[in-house]
């Protein structure tokens, strides 16, 4: 194989449920051409097979579930073996991804060992106490994100970073993140990468060119997401696309 690239999901194969024009044709020539594909997210409300879906839908890729690679997988690595019980403030996607550690979901925040948080689109004030409870008597504290917001249909939703803050407000703690740019979830990675170099596409800086960075890997950032054209992106990238349909002639030029 040529290489792996690494691609986001969220502002570079589609913004909410609106797909990028020309995405799939590009994953597509990728796979053709001889490259590696996997999908990272720091999405842990869905599951694997929810984000499967979602991609072959929007963007009519046959992706397949060993390719996708999510925080709530990256959470649930962070835990397997140190932890019995956890609290969840999230969706599907960590309860799915904890059961394949063998960790328990609990309702009763007395028994956990540790709170999960990620996004959570069923949030109130009484499971928001209950983990503040759990963390304040001692269980551990993990993050699946710490992304503040998440594109949706009206503008930027709050995302688990901001639920995450109002637990770590409350507690004194500071959470173990697993997602991008993490350890957690460059160690899922890697178990995946089969050929390199390696590339990531992203449109955002802090997690996807940040990851990037982190591990010597090759930056790429698609403006169809977070960063406008003409923003100063922090860290820089090794390029610029206006999309992902740009992406098989960039490699092809620089590989040759
Ligand atoms: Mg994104």
Redesign the pocket.
Known sequence: MKGTVIC?????LFVGSRPIPGAGEALTRLAEQGYDLLFCTNNSYRTVGDLVKRIRALVGFPAEAEQVVGSAEAAARLLAGRVERAYVLGGEGITEALASVGVDQVDEWTRAQAVVVGLDRDLDYDRLAAAVLAVSRGALLVATNEDPTWPGPEGLYPGAGAILAAVETATGRTAEVAGKPRMPMRDALKTRIRSEPVWVV???PET?LAMAKAEGWKGVLVLT?VVQPGQDPDPAPDHVLDSIADLPELLDQTQR
């Open positions: 986001d999901l969220d502002g570079v992203g449109d955002r996807d997401g």
